[in-house]
């Protein structure tokens, strides 16, 4: 039972255009949420993170929308950069209940071509 | 402020001989997690540490692991009578007091033959 579902395992884009990652999530107990990228033989690097009581966070090039009633979490990269190529997790965590592990996506590979 | 350490970066053991890993997290961070990542899939949850204090475990933590944080420090994460479906990528991650976002460190990747 997953409950947080990445249902893209691959994503190409062009050097320059947008970049949109999606992720789903089962549990409405969930109010933090946070994008992962990683690197082959590294573990995962922070990127950008939103609370429930958000609908977007942008810092810099990365911009993560919620829609808390459909479930629905984004990621948009604009522009895109060939160094974006890694694999993206989303995470979810419930702040206020468990002790706060999160719980991941399976990932999506991004490969941004020059 | 460096960031989490993890040693060794790689293990390879035989079925049935004993690992241990290690974890040193964000100086200051009192909270400590440990993952599994295995191909294909997310980090996976295993334990967590407050401080001193085991205060989780998952289910995927069968009894031939342990992992202790004595000092409220470093952490240790020891897998006893290994078996080649423990080969995996083991994650260690750290953050603070009330933060929600958790820093990880590069991962000790375990193959068992």
């Known amino acids: 039972d997953q409950q947080v579902k990445q249902n893209s395992p691959s994503l190409s884009v062009q050097e320059g255009r947008i970049s949109i990652l999606n992720c789903d999530y089962t549990?409405?107990?969930?109010?933090?949420f946070l994008w992962y990228k990683k690197y082959p033989a590294e573990g995962p690097t922070f990127l950008i993170s939103?609370?429930?009581?958000?609908d977007k966070n942008e810092d810099g090039r990365f911009t993560v929308f919620l829609n808390k009633s459909a479930k629905h979490l984004s990621l948009h990269i604009v522009p895109s950069q060939p160094g974006d190529s890694a694999v993206y997790f989303c995470a979810a965590s419930e702040v206020g209940g468990s002790q706060g592990n999160l719980i991941f996506g399976k990932g999506t590979k991004l490969s941004v071509k020059p | 402020d460096t960031g989490v350490s993890q040693d060794p970066r790689h293990k390879i053991t035989k079925r049935g001989q004993n690992v241990t890993f290690r974890c040193d997290p964000i100086?200051?961070?009192?909270?400590l997690y440990w993952y599994r990542q295995t191909l294909g899939q997310g980090p996976e949850f295993l334990t967590y540490f407050q401080n001193e204090a085991q205060l989780e475990k998952s289910r995927l933590l069968s009894d031939r692991f342990s992992a202790e944080r004595p000092k409220g420090s470093f952490s240790t994460l020891e897998i006893q009578r290994t078996e080649q479906g423990d080969s995996a990528m083991y994650l260690c991650?750290?953050?603070?007091?009330?933060?929600?976002?958790?820093?990880f460190g590069p991962g000790t990747r375990l193959l068992v033959l």
């Open positions: 939103i609370s429930s009581i958000k």
């Open positions: 549990n409405s107990m969930f109010d933090y």
């Open positions: 991650a750290s953050t603070r007091g009330t933060e929600e976002t958790q820093y």
């Open positions: 100086s200051e961070h009192n909270r």
